[in-house]
């Protein structure tokens, strides 16, 4: 069966770096997806990986290993706004998304 | 804002009432979809029109019942309800619905439904 798996829940500390891990097994793959979710709000989209490496966007950076099957997204110098919930998808071979439950992350002071 | 609209925002709802969720999106996008998110879950996709044509029906119950008048308009319809249907759903469009990697989602912020 198809499955993405990533943590329930992380507590990190404002000002530091925290990196939130996604595995997936999916009937081939046509890429993977990261969005935010803040409580109430839309989920909106952060980062689409295809190839192996790191994507970079400003505090966020996103990384992806097609031979592991993992992939992860790395926030640096952390703010209260971060505090959300992180979904990974990631996108079969047709082209339907497979979603994690999300990651729920609390930033503390 | 994200561009696409969702009302209402919260419903509750008897099992023997009709009520109806909408969506409306202003980005010219071509496919729309129906999301049910619930607590610890992955999201569970519902319905997708593309050229508001349906292309998706992931084994969804007949009560709840979409229609897509135009690409910029999505509706869920809900009748006979049961309190497990309780749950937030997503709307979502992306540009079309082809097969494409690339293909990226924008998500209204949800209707909140309670279900008695």
């Known amino acids: 069966g198809q499955n993405i798996d990533q943590p329930t829940e992380m507590t990190a500390t404002e000002g530091a770096i925290v990196q939130i891990n996604c595995t997936y097994q999916?009937?081939?793959?046509?890429?993977l997806f990261w969005y935010q979710q803040h409580a109430g709000e839309a989920p909106t989209f952060l980062s689409y990986?295809?190839l192996d490496g790191l994507e970079e966007k400003g505090r966020f950076s996103s990384f992806l290993s097609r031979s592991k099957g993992y992939s992860y997204l790395l926030l640096k110098e952390l703010q209260m706004k971060d505090s959300a919930s992180y979904l990974c998808?990631?996108?079969?071979?047709?082209?339907?998304?497979?979603w994690g439950a999300g990651t729920k992350l609390i930033i503390k002071p | 804002e994200t561009g696409v609209t969702q009302t209402p925002r919260h419903l509750v709802m008897g099992m023997t009432n009709k009520k109806s969720l909408k969506c409306e999106q202003h980005?010219?996008?071509?496919?729309m979809y129906w999301y049910k998110q619930s607590a610890k879950k992955p999201l569970e996709l519902m319905f997708v029109y593309n050229f508001k044509e349906q292309t998706e029906n992931n084994s969804v119950p007949s009560r709840f019942s979409p229609e897509c008048p135009n690409s910029s308009h999505l509706f869920l319809h809900l009748h006979t309800l049961q309190p497990e249907d309780s749950a937030l759903y997503l709307c979502a469009s992306s540009q079309d619905g082809t097969a494409s990697g690339a293909n990226v989602l924008t998500f209204g912020a949800g209707s909140r439904l309670t279900v008695l």
């Open positions: 980005l010219g996008h071509n496919a």
């Open positions: 990986n295809v």
């Open positions: 998808a990631a996108m079969d071979s047709n082209y339907q998304l497979i």
């Open positions: 999916t009937s081939g793959f046509n890429g």
